[in-house]
């Protein structure tokens, strides 16, 4: 996959505990980068799944009430 290369701006304290963590890592400060972005998506798609798997858990006798249990459920016509 190509690289993009990206320029931001950070206080030193930051752009030190990076370059720290980078080196304690053995991979350097790209690498570093690009895994926290990996993880921070991974941690958000993760998030995403577990809040809908508990909003369908909390509202399962609704949606089934209202839709029946697929196409063999009690309501065929689920129009409005």
Same mark, same amino acid.
């Given at each position: 996959? $190509?690289?993009?290369? #990206?320029?931001?701006?950070?206080? $030193? &304290? &930051?752009?030190?505990?990076?370059?720290?963590?980078?080196?304690?890592? /053995? =991979?350097?400060?790209?690498?570093? =980068?690009?895994?926290? !972005?990996? *993880?921070?998506? /991974?941690? $958000?798609?993760?998030?995403?799944? %577990? &809040? $809908?798997?508990?909003?369908?858990? +909390? *509202?399962? #006798?609704?949606? #089934?009430? +209202?839709?029946?249990? /697929?196409?063999? /459920? %009690?309501?065929?016509? !689920?129009?409005?």
């Amino acid at each position: 996959m $190509a690289k993009k290369q #990206l320029n931001v701006r950070v206080d $030193a &304290t &930051t752009a030190e505990m990076a370059r720290e963590r980078a080196e304690q890592q /053995g =991979i350097s400060m790209n690498q570093y =980068i690009e895994r926290l !972005v990996q *993880h921070d998506m /991974g941690e $958000a798609g993760r998030n995403f799944v %577990d &809040t $809908a798997a508990q909003f369908m858990k +909390e *509202h399962e #006798l609704a949606f #089934l009430a +209202e839709f029946g249990d /697929g196409p063999t /459920g %009690d309501r065929q016509d !689920v129009r409005r």
